[in-house]
Nanobody
């Protein structure tokens, strides 16, 4: 199991930016992929982006492609989500997740540890 703590959420106007961070502990960080998911009120949790253990490969949901960037610093046991050109429809609780192995998929089933979530609210 991995302990994950997200930070960096908040309220921002449409068109603005936020940077989320997720600090990991409890397992060798560089051995597993990481992902970000989000859940809006009344909706299912959905995939946002993911990154492999080395950072060499990433994947993005179509809805955030070109606006969001995932990165990781294995020396700091931290994964980041840079969110630019935010839209009201990006409003959700954002969750950091650790994959079961070095890669990733877009399915929640491939992640076995989750953070508590951080709220992102984008006003129009």
């Amino acid at each position: 199991q991995v302990q994950l703590v997200e930070s960096g959420g908040g309220l921002v106007q449409a068109g603005g930016s936020l940077r989320l961070s997720c600090a990991a502990s409890g397992r060798t960080f560089s051995r597993y992929g990481m992902g970000w998911f989000r859940q809006a009120p009344g909706k299912e949790r959905e995939f946002v982006t993911a990154i492999t253990w080395s950072g060499g490969s990433t994947s993005y949901a179509d809805s955030v492609k070109g606006r969001f960037t995932i990165s990781r610093d294995n020396a700091k046991n931290t994964v980041y989500l840079q969110m630019n050109s935010l839209k009201p429809e990006d409003t959700a609780v954002y969750y950091c997740a650790a994959a079961r192995g070095p890669g990733y998929s877009t399915s929640t089933a491939s992640f076995d540890s989750w953070g508590q979530g951080t709220q992102v609210t984008v006003s129009s």
